[in-house]
């Protein structure tokens, strides 16, 4: 893959400033499954010399409230969920027709819950944005399930009578995995199409994680306008490369919640963290905010498994009394009210007994393979020897 409008990297947002319009081209906001008002990301994109898109789901008040501060540039946009559960992003020029479009043809449609589906087939949301100056484009068209649009539930003549009615496809997701933006940018140079990119964020930290850049004034209008002619570029990389956590396409809509561990069939991987109606992020044991209450199987010695933050964990607090030794076996201890008893967690690579402290350090290895995990159950009870899973794929 040799681009250079699209770079997988860490952006360097002072520098693209100075001769750029920057805008994160995704955001959510607390009207829908985002986590902040409005004014405070409008602090945030003006701290960080960025404009920003909010796009939330069915819902666009935080898109026209965003639109009165006027020292922050923004995009009016949306992101609307289909019938068939698949998301498509609408851009406005004007605030004026995002609110027309919004009251006439989306909001009649809308599901039970904001982050429902609405009742509008994706051919129905496209062909009713054309009848606006917008830009459509697919967010991550390879990821969860059935929010992109790139799944089974479109057969391929249909997907791509959709792809050529859109305007292009978001390329670099900072919420989605490496793999699947890597297979959403070799579809959206296939396309020689638009492309975009954004954080999908969902709290401040996350903005400015991946952003589209061009050479044209820093406003919303020239920036989709760039979009639309093919100058706009994106950079970014996903939060994984700054965390250890990977989303799910089963959320509150299923019962979901923070705090329920999430396993396969080699063992415990982790914990959800946060849920929307549809998805639910898991942090993985390797993060480094991971703690798992645990236990040697061989001699029963507790201590806590902590994340380090690239494949494996440390074992911590466990008296340099104990007898621990390479290859034991480390389960969870059940002593947390988050963790059942039992559940496998790794085997012990390397201990150590350093001359000071009072305490052992202890390597681990997960049993699970971080880098081919597609499906995980979710633990929806927590007593030790009863509990039922939900299949969810990553």
């Known amino acids: 893959m040799n681009d250079e409008r699209i770079l997988f990297e860490k952006p360097d947002l002072a520098l ?49 409230e965003i639109a009165q501060y006027r020292d ?21 020029y004007e605030s004026r027709h995002l609110k027309k479009f919004y009251t006439k043809y989306i909001q009649p449609f809308l599901g039970r819950e904001i982050m429902s589906s609405t009742r509008l087939s994706m051919e129905e949301i496209v062909h009713s944005a054309k009848l606006f100056p917008s830009v459509t484009i697919f967010p991550h ?11 089974l539930n479109f057969e391929q003549a249909r997907l ?50 991946v952003v589209t850049y061009a050479c044209c004034e ?15 570029r994106v950079i970014g990389k996903e939060q994984g490369a700054f965390s250890r956590c990977l989303w799910i396409n089963k959320g509150s ?8 561990p999430v396993i396969v069939s080699q063992g415990l991987i982790g914990r959800i963290t946060d849920t929307s109606w549809h998805n639910a992020k898991v942090m993985l044991l390797i993060d480094q905010g991971s703690n798992v209450d645990a236990l040697i199987q061989r001699t029963r010695a507790q201590g806590i498994v902590r994340g380090a933050g690239v494949r494996d964990c440390v074992m911590r607090y466990v008296s340099k009394t104990q007898d621990v030794r390479e290859g034991d076996l480390v389960l969870t201890s059940g002593l947390s009210n988050i963790f059942p008893k039992g559940l496998l967690i790794g085997r012990v690579s390397n201990v150590e007994r350093p001359n000071f402290g009072l305490f052992l350090q202890i390597q681990i290895v997960p049993l699970a393979d971080f880098a081919s995990l597609e499906e995980v159950m979710v633990v929806t ?14």
């Open 72 to 92: 922050v540039p923004s995009i009016p946009g949306i992101e609307i969920t289909s019938r068939e559960g698949t998301h498509i992003l609408v851009y406005f």
């Open 160 to 209: 791509e009578r959709l792809l050529d009615a859109a305007d292009g496809v978001e390329v670099i997701n900072a919420e989605n995995i490496h793999r699947w933006n890597l297979r959403c940018t070799l579809l959206g140079l296939y396309l020689k199409k638009a492309i975009t990119g954004g954080s999908d964020g969902h709290s401040l930290y996350h903005m400015g994680k």
């Open 218 to 232: 820093p406003t919303g209008p020239a920036m989709l306008d760039a979009i639309k002619n093919g100058s706009a």
């Open 141 to 151: 068209p390879y990821c969860v399930a059935y929010t992109g649009i790139c799944n």
């Open 253 to 260: 809509a299923y019962g979901l919640q923070p705090g329920m």
């Open 381 to 394: 009870g927590v007593a030790p020897q009863a509990w039922a899973g939900k299949k969810a794929s990553e």
């Open 16 to 64: 693209l400033r100075k001769d750029h319009a920057v805008f994160d081209m995704h955001f959510h906001t607390c009207r829908t499954d985002g986590r902040d008002s409005v004014r405070a990301i409008a602090h945030r994109a003006r701290i960080l010399g960025v404009g920003v898109a909010i796009t939330d789901h069915n819902d666009i008040e935080s898109a026209l």
